[in-house]
């Protein structure tokens, strides 16, 4: 079963850390969500998680392996990550894009085997690419680009999916389609998703446990209900916030500024 | 489909027919399958394997080297405008090899000089803009770019500072042509093997285009494969600037007329590439040497001739597209 294990991670970029040491455990079945201010560190955080920016202090571990001790290879079939930025400017088509994820679980000489081709059509199909499947990646808009980006890490199948703003870009359909496919790969597929969001809605709407990146270097962790709270988020966002309405309906909105 | 699985046999039977006329067609004209067979006067089998069979081979060599290495740069720096001379190499080739004529040493020297001095030029710009760590292919593309500047400003103090009567080689050499290669099989077995490197390495290239980070992620040793990506595309213009001087728009015209025609993946893209460029200038040598006959023109001029037009015609195309 998929985990994930930070112990004492210091974080941050060019030896500089963003945060205190997190100690943090996730386990599969769980969506994750991060929350805080644009240049908190939320996408360093994620970097960090998949192994493209060196830990400062602390180690990872995915399925109690230590991330900086695996081969990449290895590695992308426990963790993949949807980066906040896939533009793609090569005329590859929109199945052959997708394919790259198949690249950790390619044996021998072949680039895709037999087998890897109902990952693909799932993984274009859920994204709702089929129309799209033959066009050519570089005439696509930014949102369509994001989609063939996450159906590329869907393909990918790993057993923790980093999601780093996956909602950018995204119409209300597909984001809507996106936080559906979220919860199956968590509670049906028992992956672990771990995503930085800045809205705190989909975080509420969406995640079951939450973690919270202070502006100070501080953070919290816990099950969502604890951790959105007036006092944490405005705390969290540097502005007071409220709640308004009732149970699953409820919405999260900043207070005027005028009136704080 | 925009494309067939025809490419291949389409690209092969290409390349004979080219191989054909350069062997054939000249300031003499004849049947190159009578002089193979061993049907023809004694004056024409000397021109074909005295003169025409090696030059056939360099053009093919060279060009495909080119595009070969062409397409590997593209993708390395994720730059359109990449080819194989942008970071420097064919600058260090030639600072060295125009060192050799100044010093009036012989044509083996000369060609000597030019692959240490391009090697010598890869291995500066690997030390200064390599590096680890993710994101730098900007750092590479820079690194080469200035060097190979650097390069250009010793170039011209060589032009001025050299003997009038070795000017005329210098200029010769700086344009690039086939007429020098006596021998160029060992190209053969280079070529041969850098295209076995990029086959192996195509479906990581495929994950390299999209950039670092998410190569990194989707499961490629990112540092390693540029580092061999690299070696071999700096290797494969090396061999080509030593046979042939630096000869223009091969390397980066032909990787996009493939990218156009068969896509980008590189495991079609790459074998296309290195056929289509030895087509290419096969074809454009056999101009260069029977156009204005019996005096030549560098192959140079012609690849430009091609490549200007034909590359702003893509352009134009794409930005319609």
């Not at chain 1, 709702?128 to 990646?137: D, H, Q, T």
């Not at chain 1, 930085?196 to 270097?217: E, F, K, M, T």
């Not at chain 2, 069979?53 to 720096?77: I, K, T």
């Amino acid at each position: 079963m998929a985990s994930l294990q930070l112990d004492a991670l210091t974080f941050g970029r060019a030896g500089q850390a963003l945060a205190e040491p997190l100690d943090l455990r996730a386990e599969a079945g769980e969506v994750w969500a991060v929350l805080g201010e644009n240049g908190v560190g939320k996408s360093s955080l994620l970097l960090t998680l998949a192994g493209l920016l060196p830990a400062v202090a602390g180690r990872v571990c995915v399925d109690g392996v230590d991330i900086r001790r695996c081969p990449r290879k290895l590695l992308a079939r426990r963790i993949g990550l949807l980066l906040q930025q896939a533009w793609l400017d090569f005329p590859f088509t929109v199945t052959e894009a997708v394919s790259a994820g198949r690249y950790a679980h390619r044996q021998g000489w072949q680039a895709l085997g037999r087998s890897d081709t109902p990952f693909i059509q799932s993984a274009i199909q859920s994204c709702g690419l089929e129309a799209l499947a033959e066009v050519r990646v570089d005439r696509l808009s930014g949102g369509e680009q994001r989609r063939v980006a996450l159906a590329t890490l869907l393909a990918q199948d790993p057993g923790v999916l980093l999601l780093d703003e996956p909602a950018n870009h995204l119409d209300l359909r597909h984001q809507a389609r996106l936080m559906a496919q979220v919860q199956r790969l968590a509670h049906e597929s028992r992956r672990l998703v771990f995503m930085s969001v800045h809205d705190i809605n989909l975080a509420a709407r969406h995640a079951d446990r939450v973690l919270l990146l202070y502006p100070d270097g501080g953070h919290d962790a816990g099950p969502a209900s604890a951790m959105l709270s007036e006092d944490r988020l405005a705390r969290v966002f540097n502005h007071p916030v409220e709640r308004v309405g009732e149970g699953a309906r409820a919405l999260w909105v900043p207070r005027s500024a005028s009136s704080s | 489909m925009r494309y067939s699985s025809l490419w291949l046999p389409c690209l092969l039977v290409l390349n004979l027919l080219l191989f054909g006329l350069a062997l054939g067609w000249g300031s003499a004209t004849f049947d190159p399958v009578s002089v193979l067979t061993g049907h023809a006067p004694e004056w024409q089998s000397a021109i074909l394997y005295d003169l025409r069979l090696p030059r056939a081979v360099a053009a093919f060599v060279v060009g495909g080297m080119l595009a070969l290495a062409g397409v590997l740069m593209q993708v390395l720096l994720r730059n359109p405008l990449a080819e194989p001379y942008v970071l420097g190499i064919s600058g260090g080739a030639a600072v060295a090899a125009l060192g050799a004529i100044t010093l009036g040493l012989q044509a083996w020297w000369v060609s000597g000089s030019a692959f240490l001095g391009s090697l010598a030029s890869m291995l500066l710009v690997f030390l200064l803009g390599g590096g680890r760590g993710y994101g730098r292919g900007d750092r590479l593309l820079l690194t080469g770019v200035v060097i190979a500047a650097g390069w250009g400003a010793c170039i011209s103090l060589l032009l001025v500072l050299g003997p009038d009567q070795s000017l005329r080689g210098m200029l010769f050499w700086l344009m690039g042509d086939l007429s020098r290669p006596v021998a160029p099989w060992w190209g053969l077995p280079v070529l041969a093997l850098a295209l076995l490197a990029a086959w192996v390495m195509a479906p990581a290239l495929d994950l390299l285009a999209r950039g670092d980070d998410q190569a990194a992620v989707l499961g490629v040793e990112i540092h390693r494969l540029r580092a061999v990506c690299y070696i071999t595309a700096s290797f494969l213009t090396a061999c080509a600037v030593t046979l042939a001087g630096p000869i223009g728009f091969v390397g980066l015209v032909v990787p996009h007329l493939m990218r156009q025609w068969l896509g980008a993946g590189h495991r079609r893209l790459v074998p296309a590439s290195l056929l289509a460029g030895g087509a290419l200038l096969m074809l454009a040598d056999t101009f260069a040497r029977t156009l204005i006959a019996p005096r030549q023109l560098p192959v140079g001029v012609l690849t430009a001739a091609v490549g200007v037009p034909l590359f702003l015609y893509l352009l134009r195309r794409r930005g319609e597209g």
